[in-house]
């Protein structure tokens, strides 16, 4: 069965512009479904979108919000009007990379916005209309960081912690439902924002960067089949041994020493 028959015809990507949402919007695009794509810069957007209309003969749409605005889910509620979301793409996220108390509350709360209650918001929104049709796709991007405690990445660990528990909670409620939900816990993924951070090597045991398109392509593997997985065979080993192994209080110190090596903190 394709992707359109299972879900419906139109995908919203949030954080679409590059890196793991642009590989999203490429996947489904290639599967034939039209895409309603959302990020703060237009341009990257355009771009993106323009291309992939050419390649795949999909209908595109670019919506320009910042997700860390109060009112953005409802905003996107209203640019998308009457159409029908089928998938929903949820990767955007804001982090800061450094000691708490060295960032502003103010940033703070825009990641706390960006990264949890506004993808909360939009899956209550579309989530809804998913269940009166009986289908469709919801795909929360989580990470590693947010599975123990992760210094100098305390705000953005904390919302990913969120948002792997929000994704396999709706699982378990609306796997009868024949609504899918997953969280995509990704390691260190090779995308643009990730490369801007400029990271050290943390050692050769280091799980391997994946490439977005990879973690897309797990990711689509097993939406309909586990509520949360983490991708990359590397990633899976290292998460084995952390979570299974270790004693908590070892995980929490290599996670922020780890960090710490990468960005000479």
Partial sequence: MSLTEKYGNTALVA???????????????????DLVMVARRREPLDILAFSLTEKYHVKTTVICCDLSDQNAA??????????EISVLVYNAALSYIGLFEKN??????????????????????????????????????????????SGFLTAYAATKAFTRVLAES??????GRSVDVIACCAGATATENYLRTNPGRTGFFAPRVQRPEEVVKECMKNLGRKPSFVSGLGNRIASFFM???????????????????????
């Fill in 170 to 175: 709706l699982w378990y409620e609306w796997k």
């Fill in 243 to 265: 979570h299974k192994i270790l004693p908590r209080k070892t995980a929490v110190n290599i996670m922020g020493n780890t960090t710490r090596k990468m960005y000479h903190l």
């Fill in 15 to 33: 954080g679409a512009s590059e890196g793991i949402g642009a590989a999203f919007s490429t996947f489904l695009a290639a599967a034939g479904m």
């Fill in 74 to 83: 409802q905003s996107l509620k209203e640019a998308v009007c009457d159409r």
């Fill in 104 to 149: 502003s509350s103010e940033h703070h709360n825009h990641i706390a916005r960006a990264n949890m209650v506004t993808p909360m918001n939009l899956v209550h929104i579309f989530g809804e209309n998913m269940l009166k049709k009986g289908k469709g796709a919801i795909i929360l991007m989580a990470s590693l960081a947010g599975f123990q405690g």
